[in-house]
């Protein structure tokens, strides 16, 4: 028994060891005494994620899914340039061959805005549906989220459920239809999150809704429909997942948040940095560093783009949970402001700056910044995304992670750039007010920043090589 003991309190000497030692994420666990302490800080965390399922061909099992489910009337959700593509018609296929009765609505805005989730709301609350489902990428999927919310909650206020400080951020206490998500593209994960994102014209920023309740009933992964994807829309929504996982894994750690909500229903769906999101986000990373290129080079390469699917979902599971930070909150007002910027590949009728481009443009600087308060988890990263490490000294993981992330994006002909987008050093006020809005994702940063700190950091991501 005694060497039992021994061995017990060597391997515990041995998991301490080899945890986390850095202030911002020393996840390791202590044994605790009594019931918890409300304190500042939140004390726990939890997961919420989508049931998923995985595998070539798997759309055509979305009809006996909805039939399962016993629905009678489904509104599928797509844009107008996927009706006319393969992933449409096999979740239409599939209604047909089960006896689904659906209505069509293809006008969601490629970047949404309030008012084309209000047009989708409007549609759905006319035509009382049972059931969604929603064929597309991020833009789809948020869109259908937003409209099976507000159709069943008919009385609330659009602001109602938009995040603090833009909206009145209540929690969602209604019950909402099942949502099937089909994503057709490799970025957003948003068929795993309870996250939807539009352009607030009003204040030119982009804000959104974040609650648990709205995340769909069922992901369907079917590698299949991202070999439609043309190659800027691989990159951009590959940059998307990269973005996803190094954020959510250098997040502020979920019991450093604060404040600790009173009620569990007040928890966020961004909660900070935890042990399962940790996992998730390093598996993640290291998909899109072994396969993006691959995806984005070679359209017929069916093992890259099947993983980078899965990366996508793996990332959303991790920052779904853990949330993210500076690049996405910089993003926002990148992509809000858009001048007249619109990105190859992408068959719009206006300025568009892709969700994915938006965020990875400032990842350089935003990791140089935030490195301190955790070197060993940047000086990590860079060593997954190719790195060599063997010589590198904790205080420069910063400088190392940019400078790795610059050579993987220089690589695959991303812009140099903001002022490639059209911004110049006169924009940088205006960039940091669309900012301050987004304290939902840029309180998680690891490091706190100043208006100033903003400033620098969209200065230093005014030209990248």
């Not at 039939?67 to 959700?77: E, W």
Request: aromatic fraction near 8%; proline fraction near 6%.
């Amino acid at each position: 028994m005694a060497g039992g003991r021994e061995r017990v309190t060597q391997l515990l000497k041995q998991l301490h060891h080899i945890s986390c030692v850095c202030p911002a994420h020393s996840h390791t666990y202590s044994p605790g005494t009594g019931q918890p302490a409300l304190g500042k800080t939140d004390y726990a965390f939890e997961m919420a994620v989508s049931n998923i399922r995985f595998g070539e061909g798997v759309t055509k099992e979305v009809g006996m899914d909805l039939k399962n489910l016993g629905v009678k009337k489904v509104c599928v959700m797509t844009d107008k340039n996927l009706r006319q593509l393969p992933p449409v018609k096999a979740v239409l296929d599939s209604l047909t061959s089960n006896g689904i009765n659906f209505q069509i609505y293809d006008n969601v805005r490629v970047e949404p805005t309030d008012q084309s989730f209000m047009d989708a709301i409007e549609f759905a609350k006319k035509a009382e549906f049972d059931s969604y489902v929603a064929v597309g990428g991020g833009s789809v999927i948020d869109t259908c989220k937003t409209a099976d919310l507000y159709a069943s909650s008919p009385e609330s206020d659009f602001l109602d459920f938009v995040n603090a400080p833009i909206g009145k951020g209540k929690p969602v206490r209604v019950t909402l239809k099942p949502l099937i998500a089909v994503p057709t593209t490799a970025g957003t994960g948003s068929e795993t999150t309870g996250v939807a994102i539009f352009d607030y014209k009003e204040l030119q920023v982009k804000t959104g809704i974040a609650s648990r309740a709205i995340k769909p009933y069922l992901g369907i992964i079917d590698p299949l429909h991202t070999l439609c994807m043309p190659e800027r829309v691989v990159a951009n929504s590959g940059f998307d997942v990269l973005c996803h996982a190094l954020e959510s894994y250098t997040a502020l750690p979920y019991n450093k948040r604060s404040p600790c909500p009173s009620n569990p229903v007040n928890r966020p769906a961004y909660q900070g940095s935890n042990p399962v999101s940790d996992v998730w986000a390093i598996h993640a990373l290291r998909i899109v560093a072994k396969y993006l290129k691959r995806a984005i080079r070679n359209p017929e390469d069916r093992e890259a783009r099947a993983n980078m699917h899965l990366a996508s979902t793996f990332a959303g599971i991790g920052f779904g949970n853990a949330g993210v930070h500076l690049c996405h909150g910089m993003s926002y007002p990148i992509s809000g402001l858009v001048k007249k910027y619109k990105a190859k590949d992408y068959n719009v009728d206006h300025s568009l700056v892709p969700h994915g481009l938006s965020v990875v443009l400032t990842s350089p600087a935003v990791f140089t910044f935030t490195a301190p308060m955790c070197p060993e988890r940047h000086l990590e990263a860079a060593q997954i995304m190719g790195a060599n490490i063997s010589t590198a000294k904790m205080k420069d993981s910063g400088l190392i992670l940019a400078d790795t992330l610059r050579k993987f994006l220089y690589d695959l002909n991303v812009d140099d750039g903001l002022a490639a987008l059209g911004y110049s050093k006169a924009d940088i006020p205006a960039l940091v007010k669309g900012t301050l809005p987004q304290e939902r994702v840029t309180k998680l940063s690891p490091r706190p920043q100043t208006e100033e700190e903003l400033s620098a950091l969209f200065e230093a991501s005014m030209k990248l090589y």
